[in-house]
């Protein structure tokens, strides 16, 4: 389990602050934000209620047999204004409100929040209170947070967003690892905490592979299916697609002619996707270099549904009728290093982002990215205000990372019209003679290899 110290520190900062105040919470679903909560609520009077999938009268339902159960109290009005009035703490302390997943409510019963601002303007319950509302539907709080919250603006409501865990926070998850074998986990399943907080540290990368995503029993064997149908209809079109583009068909026309669904239905499907994060459209690096850029090409970006539909969905028969060892063997170890590359850029963009952040760049970065050309690609690309310029290249999979690389990478930023100040060069395995030579002639080069990451 990952706990978040810096959200629990805003969180107690808002607890202490002697005001009445909301909290929202949110992340996707596997945020773990329920075990941030009982770390939070552990030295805390508070009353917690999970809403329910149900009608508004049987939500009310629910929570009303709570409170009557916690607080020995008799409920008549059957409101949400009277449930509030019957909490209570015990003594002087604030108490905290939690009510987790309270989109289900707010769906149903919009009278719901009109009582939650009345709790928290001491309409309700004189004492010291801190309300707080979580919710793991990502695409619901995105979409609809203005029109439903916009009444707290303004009023004491801090809003923390659980994100995925980044690349260092893995590292930290798993310390007796390589750094190399935390990208390949990476890699897999990202930084969602419900599923890093799984993966096994004892066993091998291959291990962890077999049990938790080929065998029928794994935690993430039906998880990328499970996801999308959270909040998904149809989803035959929508694994259509996916598989598609996992298969490297990632421009709109090669999604028309390869699904034979209209550009237009394609479109709007490709915007629900990306609303609940599963896919983004991979825009090129702006440069001078337009003719040679490729465009609108789209990519699965939740890194575990790109794994399963990359290298399982397309073989899913056979993942039934072999071994999930012969299976791994056969169709997901020739590739998977090759796979990783992809991952690999991320990591470095990360460090690299790390880096600014603590001023230890040779230039203040305000944007990044990558430049995608139609012959070539530069990883990586950093500018400032002024647009003095970084670049960078990455190897993960060759032996080596080669003078040859090098040339090319200089060829390739010739096509998009950029002259970098300092050229940064990552690899997970090492540099040959040449290209090391070639770094102590030339000042821009700086040499990373993985172990610096």
């Known amino acids: 389990m990952m706990i978040r110290t810096a959200q629990l520190r805003k969180m107690n900062e808002h607890y202490d602050d002697g005001k009445n105040g909301i909290v929202l919470l949110y992340g996707r679903d596997g945020c773990e934000k329920e075990a941030l909560l009982r770390v939070y609520l552990q030295d805390k009077k508070h009353f917690y209620y999970r809403a329910r999938v149900a009608s508004a009268t049987e939500q009310y339902r629910q929570m009303a047999a709570q409170i009557e159960a916690v607080y020995d109290v008799r ?140 065998s029928p029993y794994g935690y993430l064997h039906s998880e990328a299916e499970r996801y999308l149908s959270l909040h998904l209809r149809e989803l035959a079109v929508y694994e259509t697609i996916l598989a598609a583009i996992a298969a490297g068909h990632r421009k709109l026309n090669d999604l028309y002619h390869l699904t034979g669904f209209s550009r237009a239905k394609i479109s709007v499907y490709l915007r629900s996707l990306m609303e609940i994060g599963v896919i983004e459209k991979a825009d090129s690096f702006e440069t001078g270099g337009v003719r040679n850029t490729q465009k609108a090409l789209y990519q699965i970006s939740d890194h575990y549904i790109n794994f399963w539909f990359r290298f399982i969905y397309p073989h899913l028969s056979e993942l039934y009728l072999m071994k999930a060892e012969d299976f791994y063997d056969r169709y997901i170890a020739p590739e998977i290093e090759d796979y990783m ?100 002639q030339d000042q821009r080069l700086v040499l990373i290899d993985m172990k610096q990451l």
């Open 75 to 214: 409920l008549t009005k059957g409101t949400y204004n009277e449930i509030f009035t019957r909490i209570k703490s015990g003594d002087a302390s604030k108490l905290v409100v939690v009510i987790d997943e309270f989109q289900q409510i707010v769906k149903k019963d919009p009278d719901f929040l009109t009582a939650i601002l009345r709790l928290k303007e001491k309409r309700l319950y004189p004492g010291p209170v801190q309300i707080i509302l979580a919710s793991s539907d990502l695409a619901w709080m995105e979409q609809n947070r203005e029109e439903h919250l916009g009444v707290f603006a303004d009023r004491q409501m801090l809003t923390i967003k659980l994100d995925d865990l980044a690349f260092l926070d893995v590292v930290r998850a798993f310390p007796d690892l390589s750094v190399a074998e935390v990208v390949r986990i990476y890699g897999v399943i990202g930084g969602v905490p419900s599923y890093v907080s799984r993966w096994s540290g004892k066993w091998d990368f291959k291990t962890n592979v077999c049990r938790h995503i080929l």
């Open 341 to 440: 590359n992809r991952y690999f850029v991320q990591v470095c963009s990360e460090y690299m982002e790390l880096m600014n952040r603590v001023h230890k760049l040779p230039i203040t970065v305000t944007r990044r990215g990558t430049w995608i050309g139609k012959q070539g690609t530069i990883d990586l690309v950093a500018q400032d205000a002024v647009r003095n310029t970084i670049v960078g290249g990455c190897n993960w999979s060759q032996p080596a990372m080669t003078a040859e690389d090098f040339k090319k990478l200089l060829q390739t930023l010739k096509k998009a019209r950029l002259s970098p100040t300092h050229i940064f060069l990552f690899t997970a395995t090492e540099f040959d003679e040449a290209l090391t030579a070639w770094a102590e």
